[in-house]
């Protein structure tokens, strides 16, 4: 069954250093998505992606964060300047077509942590 | 988005079904009930979603009262390997972009 996947599993960095977060959405899939989820709390919606443009952000995702598609297959997420309130898992999900009713299939997620 | 309303835990036991409500009285006609599930800390995996008709899959039942202000879905042999928060998500047919998780009923499933 095709998965979205992500690496790596864990990233642990100082803060005000710059990460990437990488993402490999399912083949045939055009929108793309990250959520975050800070240990023991909600999953948080943080950007929409398709057709090479942000759709929506969450307020979360200010100037700090950046998307990109830099080839046919990754869809990253970067942090410019990492705060140790950006610790959190964040998962990149996809979905396949704007269809009425369509599913968003969900990576196991990057662990980031801020020291 | 309409709100969702779940109960915050709930146990099973190991081979009996599990009914897993959820209340979204708010709900408009152009929206589906979608329900995802997390396992410790995995990505949320889709489980079942509906707009108006009960629907069935591998997985689970859904069940949505005719007035539509309501759904449970059904898990209907659990096995330790369900443990896990659920999310009752609504979301608009328009809608296609993001999904906002709530809490979650976090269940538990006991041998």
């Known amino acids: 069954e095709p998965e979205v996947t992500q690496t790596p599993s864990h990233q642990v960095t100082q803060m005000g250093q710059e990460v990437i977060l990488r993402c490999v959405p399912i083949s045939n899939h055009l929108y793309f998505y990250w959520y975050r989820q800070i240990l023991g709390q909600k999953v948080e919606f943080l950007v929409s992606f398709y057709n090479n443009e942000i759709s929506e952000k969450s307020e979360i995702f200010d100037d700090q964060f950046s998307v990109e598609r830099p080839d046919g297959s990754n869809f990253t997420l970067k942090i410019r300047s990492t705060k140790l309130e950006d610790s959190a898992m964040y998962f990149c999900a996809s979905r396949r077509l704007p269809r009425q009713g369509d599913i968003q299939y969900f990576g196991a997620g990057t662990r980031l942590s801020v020291l | 988005d309409a709100k969702t309303t779940q109960p915050p835990s709930m146990d099973c036991a190991e081979g009996r079904a599990a009914n897993l409500p959820c209340n979204h009285s708010?709900?408009?006609?152009?929206?589906?009930v979608y329900w995802y599930r997390q396992i410790h800390s995995q990505g949320p995996q889709y489980i079942i979603h509906g707009l108006k008709n009960n629907e069935t899959n591998e997985m689970a039942s859904l069940i949505i009262t005719e007035d539509r202000k309501s759904s449970t879905l059904i898990l209907p042999h659990a096995t330790l390997r369900d443990t896990a928060v659920y999310y009752c998500?609504?979301?608009?047919?328009?809608?296609?972009?993001?999904?906002?998780f709530g809490a979650g009923t976090t269940v538990t499933v006991r041998a």
């Open positions: 708010t709900i408009s006609g152009n929206e589906y």
């Open positions: 998500i609504v979301r608009p047919v328009f809608n296609d972009y993001k999904l906002s």
